[in-house]
């Protein structure tokens, strides 16, 4: 089994390094049902970050982060190609728990708990030049934004509070058709703004 990241001299090793130990994680493998893979994207000049939830099961087959409907939707939300979205150079893709955790009676399961205190605030630490976070879902919320103390839609009803280096946001998945069609402003006023910073970004 993998070591936890805190028993480590984690702030010595070099990037490669410490990402590849990442990707070896067996830390959740007895709780994962179908063993673990942990799926990130990442690079040191990487300027925006995508914080999601788990890697669902096909993303888990696959071994590419939103590689699935909910990417379909991010990436229009987003209005990048996936050649431009799958440049680790240019977005680096680091979900709460890096392996999928299963499936329960209304979806997937939460992310392991197990992930996120053993390797994120390291590997955070090692993207010195983002200057943009998206912040996707309740975990994300949770992790990034500990002082709000709202739910998922007040969050990202308040978006302008964490502007311009940081946007909650709602899971772009399917089953969250009902709350977008509840929330249009988010569609009408978040989305456009957000996708000027980003071309903006990617230009630079």
């Known amino acids: 089994m993998t070591e936890p990241l805190s028993e480590l001299p984690f702030r010595e090793l070099p990037f490669r390094e410490l990402v590849s130990r990442v990707r070896a994680c067996t830390l959740c493998a007895d709780s994962l049902p179908c063993g673990p893979r942990p799926v990130i994207q990442l690079s040191e000049s990487a300027r925006l970050l995508v914080v999601g939830q788990a890697p669902g099961r096909r993303v888990h087959e696959t071994g590419l982060p939103f590689n699935d409907p909910s990417g379909d939707r991010l990436r229009q939300w987003l209005d990048v190609s996936r050649e431009e979205f799958y440049d680790e ?10 392996c999928y955790p299963g499936t329960g009676k209304s979806g997937d399961l939460p992310p392991r708990p197990e992930c996120a205190p053993a390797w994120r605030q390291a590997l955070l630490e090692r993207l010195p030049n983002l200057a943009l976070t998206l912040v996707i879902g309740q975990y994300a919320h949770a992790w990034h934004l500990p002082s709000a103390a709202r739910s998922v839609t007040e969050n990202v009803r308040h978006w302008r509070h964490y502007w311009p280096n ?3 946001m709602p899971h772009p998945s399917p089953r969250n058709n009902l709350w977008l069609r509840r929330n249009p402003w988010f569609e009408e ?16």
């Open 89 to 98: 150079h240019k977005f680096a893709i680091l979900p709460m728990g890096f």
């Open 166 to 168: 940081l946007v909650p």
């Open 189 to 204: 006023e978040v989305i456009p703004t957000l996708q000027s910073r980003i071309r903006t970004l990617l230009r630079s």
